[in-house]
């Protein structure tokens, strides 16, 4: 069925692609392709360009290569490359899956190994040394916290298309899994996610993660102007804490004695504050600001 995925809601995996730096593409049953990955980042050339030698390519066949990995699918391809993928239901009929990779799982193999395998491939070298270092590598546990948000998004889509409703609020569920696969991917130690109202006067937290939080933060809200987040969310500017360094116009609204790092980013949607990404840590150790281009980056995310 083409005219699932004809829905504008399934946009948000090109900015999922964009924030996780890995390539996402949508296969339909039938081997037609739904959502192309991005050819020219990411390793996206493994997936289109038979000068590589990654066979084979995005299809019926491409299927046949994966194997069950828990509630999702895993195969192990040449040049020890990773693809994973999620099946998308439609009530009962698998309809199509959304791959994610390839990826290069816990670490790199020294080039020397890929000039072997290059040479018994039949692939160019150097397009092949080039393509892999646009390759993310992670571990199984980063890889497992992707599967469960790309589920989530998959899952809200089709509750959408079948109810025929706008995509307007993003359900909260797929909020927290965003949300745990920042904290992770940012070396955080916890986090929260305020949104604002429709007036722009009032944030209200819609999930949190990591130390210092409990459930019966979600839903406390505070206003615009009031506390680090307020600051933010009025100033529309992304606010960066470490020892050392404190912006005196904020020291006032400092409560956390034990926070040593932490980065309050505003979420901004047509010049509009659509809500606030926190995220902290204890660990003097760890300047988590040294990843405010991933930050900036989740934060375009969030406003979708």
Known sequence: MPELFKNPCWQILYHLRDVLKINICVVAVDGQIMVAPDKERWGGRFLTDPHLRFDPPLGLDYFRMFRPYGRYLETVRRYDLSCFAAPIHWDTITVGH??????????????EIYRRMAETSGADLNLL??????????????????LELIDCIMQNNIRLIQQAE?????????????????????????????????????????????YGYSSNIIGQKTKIGESLSGFVARDKKTLTLSPGKIDHRVAHFLK?????????????????????????????????????????????????
């Not at 040394?129 to 590598?137: A, S």
């Not at 904290?183 to 929260?192: K, R």
């Open 98 to 111: 959304i791959i994610l990779g390839p990826v290069i799982l816990t670490q790199r193999v020294e080039p």
């Open 129 to 146: 040394l080039q393509e892999m270092n646009t390759i993310r590598t992670v571990s199984h546990l980063m890889i497992n916290s992707i």
């Open 166 to 210: 706008q995509l307007i609020d993003a359900d909260e569920k797929i909020l927290g899994q965003i949300l745990k696969m920042i904290v992770q991917m940012t070396g955080a130690e916890s986090g929260s996610l305020m949104l604002a109202d429709h007036n722009g006067e009032e944030l209200t937290v819609k999930a949190a993660t990591g």
């Open 256 to 304: 956390r004695k034990e926070i040593k790092h932490a980065v309050i980013e505003p979420i901004i949607k047509n010049q509009q504050i659509r809500g606030v990404l926190n995220l902290h840590t204890r660990n003097i150790n760890n300047p988590i600001e040294k990843n405010l281009d991933l930050i900036h980056t989740a934060s375009h995310l969030l406003a979708f």
